[in-house]
């Protein structure tokens, strides 16, 4: 969640709109040094994302969406595959996938993507592919399904040897060095369906596996609908992508959901706590974001202008007054009263002649100097107004520096609000009472943004409670539970030494702490457990093959392409991070 290069303030933010400025694919060399060799090729095929390399890469080679686009009708179009699609949102009613869920259902696209990767990564080999093929499939892949893509890549394409692997067990085996005999808990969370993975001694326990149909495909398209129906000015704004967007960039997952639900309910917590998404829009001609913030600094100024003035007024009044006393004093020496001058000094509080006559010529400075500022008022600007000489308590409250670049515009007004409220007592039943305005005003930025609020812990919700959508099913930590609850006490305690988290969905903040915390509620008393997540829950899948495939056990892993002709499509290996292999009902093993 990049927030800092994301943020146009501290609390508003702008889309990124990814999915606008995609870069096609690029057309990679045959690598000399793969050429003629068994380099394994690893391909994660995945639901939302397909990741390609050799074995011998630092990193994937192709990244792409799982999307093709092919006009419909016509056969002569070419299709367009994940990232050489210049805008999904302009032909999403055009968009194929090859998968089903996650299980991959038309090979027909299926067969398109092959070829995208393979043209893309150079291979040059008369329609062949001459390296050793690692594919990953989802957990308890259909036997057709299997049997329907080894067919494809035998019989289309040539492979030497294929072998087939789970994602989320390639993952495991990545962050976990001894997951071959090990104990261990899988949940992997992708695109379209969550699974629990009890490992015992290193291999799936696929009786006691549960899936949940929830995955991060759910959240978005929650995210999409919440947002159009609380802004329907703004409907067509809204697309899938950018809702995708919002949910990995600002939604995270709550540690104790019903507690921060009712902290949501606080206006305080709620305007600290909310992000506003600023959608593009065209300004109006002549027309400025901040003349609003423009015209209520300008009325506030306005209005600490005539309190100075009045204020100002008021002390030359006093001092008027108290010179006409201190003349009336002198007046008594002219008429030789010279013990009622006396008196009179003692009374005000001078000791002598010298110190009333110059408290009088420093009272006619004063006088003069209240009175050319008020002559000269009119012609004063409402930017110089930290120049106006208010009373001492006054102005030791305006700000310093009004007006500099140090200073954002909210914080002036904020600063003008405050100094409003403390000279002037009626200025609350001022500020709600109906005031005149020059013109209207209208933010046309604000109507333009999109506030989300407690929909940054409800989405992500979902996963745990589906029933927030309308599914009826069990959540992550009731399914967890249950699975759990299927083994012996000794057996759960090995399981919950080693809770992995992987996949896209399971990278929303907070994730670890909330498995955590639930894994909490529903262990014995001072019972341990341990959670670990993945190191990078989107591409260890990937680096999980590549680091099998390189392994000298590996080799017992592959399908040649004459056990594929002996055995058929369906026929599968197991190892380490591979589904189980079951006989068909009527065939017999050889």
């Known amino acids: ?57 630092p990193s994937p080679r192709l990244v792409f969406r799982s999307l093709i686009a092919r006009q419909r009708g016509k056969k002569d179009y070419e299709s367009q595959i994940g990232n050489d699609i210049p805008n999904v949102e302009t032909i999403r009613w055009l968009l194929k996938t090859q998968f089903d869920r996650d299980v991959v259902t038309n090979y027909d696209s299926q067969e398109l993507v092959f070829d995208h990767i393979f043209t893309h990564l150079g291979l040059d080999t008369e329609g062949a592919v001459t390296h050793p093929l690692v594919l990953t499939e989802t957990v308890c892949n259909p036997s057709y399904c299997r049997q329907l893509m080894s067919e494809l890549l035998f ?24 997951s071959g005999t090990s104990d ?12 629990i993975l009890p490992m015992i001694q290193g291999k799936i326990d696929v009786t006691h596996s ?53 902290d949501w309910q606080s206006i305080p917590y709620c ?28 009325q506030q100024i306005k209005r600490l202008q005539e309190i100075n003035a009045k204020r100002r007024e008021e002390r030359l009044a006093a001092e008027e007054d108290r010179m006409q006393q201190l003349k009336s004093v002198q007046e008594l020496l002219e008429d030789e009263d010279e013990e009622g001058y006396q008196r009179a000094l003692l009374e005000l509080g001078y000791s002598s002649g010298a110190e009333l006559q110059s408290m009088i010529d420093k009272l006619t400075a004063t006088i003069q100097k209240i ?62 009472s109906p005031q005149p305005t020059p013109r209207m005003t209208f933010d046309l930025a604000e109507y333009y943004q999109l506030q989300l609020g407690v929909e940054r812990i409800r989405i992500p919700e979902v996963l745990f409670q589906p029933s927030i959508i309308g599914h009826d ?34 990278m929303y903040p907070n994730m670890k702490d ?19 997540p993945a190191g990078d829950p989107v591409l260890d899948a990937w680096h999980g093959a590549k680091k099998w495939s390189t392994t000298p056990s590996a080799n017992d892993g592959f399908v040649t392409r004459e056990e594929y002709l002996e055995k058929g499509g369906d026929y599968l290996k197991e190892h380490i991070a591979s589904n189980r292999c079951k006989t068909l009902p009527g065939v017999v093993e050889t």
Not at 184 to 195: D, I, K, P
């Open 155 to 178: 019989e289309c394409y040539h492979v030497p040897k294929l072998a087939f692997g789970v994602a989320s067990l390639f993952s495991f085996y990545q962050n976990s060095p001894d």
């Open 473 to 506: 099913q069990a959540g992550l930590a009731e399914t967890l539970d249950q699975v759990l609850r299927s083994y012996d006490s000794k057996t759960q305690d090995r399981l919950a030494q080693r809770v992995f988290l992987t996949g896209g969905n399971m």
């Open 514 to 532: 909330r498995i955590e915390t639930e894994l909490m509620a529903m262990r014995p008393f001072q019972s341990t457990f341990q959670v670990i």
């Open 371 to 432: 009175k050319d500022k008020i002559s000269g008022v009119s012609s004063q600007s409402q930017q110089e107004l930290s120049q106006i000489d208010l009373s001492q308590e006054t102005r030791s409250k305006i700000p310093d520096g009004e007006g500099g670049d140090n200073e954002s515009e909210k914080g002036k007004l904020c600063d003008l609000d405050l100094l409003l409220r403390d000279v002037d007592q009626d200025y609350d039943s001022k500020e709600t």
């Open 184 to 195: 261990g808990l899988v949940l992997s969370s992708g695109y379209q369906t969550t699974h």
């Open 271 to 298: 305007d600290k706590h909310m992000h506003r998404i600023q959608l593009p829009f065209t300004p109006l001609p002549g027309w400025s974001s901040e003349d609003k913030k423009q015209d209520k600094k300008q």
């Open 210 to 262: 549960r899936r949940v149909n929830i995955g991060g495909l759910h959240s978005a398209t929650f995210m999409h609908k919440l947002l159009q129906l609380k802004y329907p000015a703004h409907f067509a704004a809204i697309n899938l992508s950018r809702a995708e967007e919002l949910v990995n960039e600002h939604t995270y997952v709550s540690v104790d959901y019903n507690a921060e639900v009712n």
């Open 1 to 57: 969640m990049a927030a800092e290069e994301y943020s146009e303030s501290s609390d508003t933010f702008r889309f990124r709109d990814g999915h606008l400025n995609r870069t096609p694919d690029k057309y990679h060399k045959y690598p000399e040094a793969v050429r003629g060799s068994d380099t394994p090729l690893i391909i994660d095929n995945g639901s939302c994302y397909c990741r390609v390399g050799w074995a011998s890469d």
